[in-house]
Nanobody
C-alpha cells in the first residue's frame, strides 16, 4: 500500500517561505513521480510540481517556477518542496501524490496515491 505523509504547512506573510515534506516508502520513492498539488476552496486541484527522485528530473507549473524548488533526502525517502516568495494566491491545501508514469504532466488523474494534505496560508 502506497503511503505518503506530508508535513510543513503553516501560515506566513506574503514574501515569506515554507518547506513542505513528503515522506514515502522506499518502493514508492524509487518507482514513482512524486508530485505536489494544491486546491483552494471552490477551485480545481492544480498541479504545482513533480519530481522523479532517481534522476532528479523536475517539472514546475508556470505559476511557481522560480519560486518553488525541490530537494530530496534519499536516506529518508523524502521529497522537500521549498516555497519562497509566497503570495496570497498560493494559499491552498497542498497534497503530495505518487504517479508511476506521466507524473511530469501534473495531471491529477496520473497520480494513484495521495497524502492527507497540509494547509498553506499566505496573508497579505
Amino acid at each position: 500500500q502506497v503511503q505518503l505523509v506530508e508535513s510543513g504547512g503553516g501560515s506566513v506573510q506574503a514574501g515569506g517561505s515554507l518547506r513542505l515534506s513528503c515522506a514515502a516508502s522506499a518502493y514508492t520513492y524509487n518507482n514513482n513521480w512524486i508530485g505536489w498539488f494544491r486546491q483552494a476552496p471552490g477551485k480545481e486541484r492544480e498541479g504545482v510540481a513533480a519530481i522523479w527522485p532517481r534522476s532528479r528530473s523536475a517539472y514546475y507549473a508556470d505559476s511557481v517556477k522560480g519560486r518553488f524548488t525541490f530537494s530530496q533526502d534519499n536516506a529518508k525517502n523524502t521529497i522537500y518542496l521549498q516555497m519562497s516568495g509566497l503570495k496570497p494566491e498560493d494559499t491552498a491545501m497542498y497534497y503530495c501524490a505518487a504517479s508511476p508514469e506521466g507524473g511530469w504532466k501534473l495531471v491529477p488523474t496520473s497520480f494513484n496515491a495521495w497524502g492527507q494534505g497540509t494547509q498553506v496560508t499566505v496573508s497579505s
